[in-house]
């Protein structure tokens, strides 16, 4: 099993920025991919970032938001600047791990852009 831990969420204004992090811990062997989703209320989740030996955005946070992981501490982050409420919603960490390949998810952390 793995563990994902995440944090880093909360309020903020618009305009304002948030760093998410997100600690894988467990029975890691091979993470192939890193990263995060979001889930507005009332609609799907959906593909914010991830990370491989390259990064994917959705368009909808291109240049504003920046992935990043750190191997060495099975951490993956998402630097989100110039938020804005869209950006509302509950984040969650992914991670793709193993032989056959299986996905975890981590519990949600809740980001809310208002003013």
């Known amino acids: 099993q793995v563990q994902l831990v995440e944090s880093g969420g909360g309020l903020v204004q618009p305009g304002g920025s948030l760093r998410l992090s997100c600690a894988a811990s467990?029975?890691?062997?091979?993470?192939?991919?890193m990263g995060w989703y979001r889930q507005a209320p009332g609609k799907q989740r959906e593909l914010v970032a991830t990370i491989t030996s390259s990064t994917n955005y959705a368009d909808s946070v291109k240049g504003r938001f920046t992935i990043s992981r750190d191997n060495a501490k099975n951490t993956v982050y998402l630097q989100m600047n110039s938020l804005k409420p869209d950006d509302t919603a509950v984040y969650y960490c992914y991670v793709l791990s193993g032989d056959p390949p299986h996905p975890y998810w981590g519990q949600g952390t809740q980001v809310t852009v208002s003013s």
């Open positions: 467990g029975s890691i062997f091979s993470i192939i991919v």
